[in-house]
């Protein structure tokens, strides 16, 4: 364990205030996360009021509108909502963002190049920054960075960039960069998920896991069997299939993934609620009834539905935490589990099985969770990615038998373990263990995962962030320029919290754990 998390929060918030001012003097970086490279000077520009972009140089048409909406809400974000009045100066002044992209292709793939290139440049007529990327996604996050690069100047009343020029290139770590949302545990309206789409561009995650159902609700329109949404908490917390493509292409838009998520046989008892021959019988409700072909045809239905709205290349299936026991009590089920000479671990083995069948039938490669892998993982599918929850030793059995994985082990990356601390999220390494290079490649990213059992609306933004922000870097930045104590970027952390804050995201105070108040009085950056 690194010493910093064991300190005391008031120590902790100590140390974060007496290395802001040696962070600043030192480089003056304050990105999150770190980019691959950076170089810069000292000299101060000015921002004009009505910057522009240009497209010069890019084969990339923008038909879609995807880099001028992203400029324009970068231009909208970086005023901070401050007033800008003041009088353009004469000279250091950047005019315009110059975006080259050099394929025409707009849609969102998984392992699509998010690289960039970025140059704020001190000469020129007129003085314009660049963006050079291979694909609008990577452009995407050069946007970020530049954004991040701008604040807003008291003196001068305009937007100011300092320590130019920057000549940045950067590149993520690893392909799948993720954060869970659980609409199950207590409905989401849509635009508390929307806001947390925009938060995750911020820090350059890419994916976002959707938990839509679970065992208290089923709350999405599944139109092929339109009683499934029955099983929801109430007719007002619903998504209807448009509410579904709407935040899809909203996060496409924005280059993050909507990886959707049904998890079957277990945690699945609203299912019932709309159609009750799913359950194994009245009084035993869980899991799905593994005897009937129907079961297989909802989840037919289910994955069919999905296929011409999530269009990442991966389906989550669950498949973790499965208690048989139902299937043993139940007449009917034991009767047909003793006609196919089965166990229930054979029969649950099969249900996962039959499940990836179905989402591979529609196109889709499968995430289940670790579980599934610990009790067959040789006859899982060879396109399952293994979702680590549980143990630190579990990815580098997943990859040495040759499978995917993502890692989300449960002490160090779960949103919801209000006392796991933000240092544990940074310092938490998912090749742990893990020294064969040709397996290294083989763990595709993390996820960090805000389960929803004691969170809702009210309250999520400051239970994801900033903690999510501090994994956000272990996946983005490579691991060469990651700190090896937290203390080194504690004030870099602080400050990235509270440009959040700035921009409308309520992310927690660094000192204490998860969603902690201020301790008292005092600058953000100290909290």
């Known amino acids: 364990m690194n010493h910093s998390a064991e300190m005391t929060p008031a120590l902790r918030l100590l140390l974060a205030f007496l290395a802001i001012g040696s962070c600043i003097a030192a480089d003056n970086i304050d990105l999150w996360p770190m980019p691959k490279t950076v170089s810069h000077g000292t000299q101060k520009l000015y921002v004009k009021k009505d910057i522009t972009m240009s497209m010069v140089g890019s084969t990339y048409s923008d038909e879609k509108s995807i880099l001028k909406d992203a400029f324009q809400r970068m231009v909208d974000l970086i005023t901070l909502n401050h007033v800008v009045d003041g009088m353009n100066p004469s000279s250091l002044v950047l005019t315009c963002v ?4 050099h394929t025409p292709e707009d849609e969102l793939n998984f392992g699509a190049d998010e690289s960039y290139n970025l140059t704020v440049p ?3 007529d007129p003085l314009y920054a660049q963006i050079e990327a291979q694909t609008v996604f990577g452009a995407l996050h050069g946007l970020q960075t530049f954004g991040q690069l701008c604040y807003f100047d008291f003196t001068s009343r305009l937007i100011g960039l300092n320590s130019a020029p920057w000549i940045i ?9 993720g954060l869970l949302i659980d609409t199950a545990r207590h409905y989401l309206p ?4 929307k806001g947390v789409i925009d938060a995750m561009t911020y820090s350059k995650l890419n994916v976002l896991h959707w938990h839509i159902i679970d065992e208290q609700s089923f709350p999405i329109e599944i139109p092929s069997y339109p009683k499934l949404w029955n099983g929801s908490y109430s007719y007002s917390e619903r998504y209807t299939m448009s509410d579904a493509i709407d935040i899809v292409r909203y996060a496409e838009r924005r280059g993050v993934n909507v990886l959707a998520e049904i998890d079957v046989p277990g945690h699945a008892r609203s299912w019932g609620v709309g159609y009750p021959s799913l359950w194994p019988s009245d009084s035993c409700r869980e899991p799905l009834d593994v005897s009937k072909n129907f079961t297989f045809e909802v989840i037919d239905g ?3 539905d999905f296929s011409k709205v999530f269009k990442f290349k991966f389906a989550h299936l669950g498949g973790d935490e499965v208690n048989t026991s139902c299937w043993t009590k139940t007449p009917h089920i034991e009767g ?12 649950y083995r099969d249900f996962v099985l039959r499940s990836q069948k179905i989402a591979i039938s529609h196109g889709y490669d499968i995430i289940n969770w670790e579980e599934t892998f610990n009790n067959f993982g040789d006859k899982l599918d060879r396109k399952t990615v293994v979702h680590n929850w549980l143990g630190e030793d579990v990815a580098p059995k997943v990859v040495a038998a040759g499978l995917r994985c993502i890692v989300s082990n449960q002490d160090k990356w779960y949103l919801d373990h209000l006392d796991a601390s933000w240092e544990g999220f940074y310092m938490n390494e998912p090749l742990q263990g893990i020294d064969d290079t040709k397996q290294q490649q083989l763990v595709v990213g993390g996820e960090v995962c805000m389960w929803g059992e004691e969170i809702d609306a009210s309250d999520i933004e400051q239970t994801i962030w900033p903690r999510a922000a501090a994994a956000a870097e272990r996946l983005w930045t490579p691991i060469e320029k990651l700190a090896n104590d937290t203390r080194l970027v504690t004030s870099r952390l602080a400050r990235f919290r509270c440009l959040l804050n700035q921009r409308g995201v309520a992310a927690a105070p660094l000192a204490g754990y998860g969603r902690a108040s201020p301790a008292e009085p005092g600058p953000c950056v100290r909290q």
Do not use: C, E, Q
């Open 98 to 101: 110059n975006i080259v992209v």
């Open 122 to 124: 001190t000469t020129g």
């Open 169 to 177: 290139t950067d590149t993520p770590r690893f392909p799948y960069r």
């Open 190 to 193: 849509v635009k508390i998920i």
């Open 302 to 304: 289910i994955l069919s």
């Open 336 to 347: 047909w589990l003793n006609n196919n000479h089965m166990n229930v671990s054979d029969a």
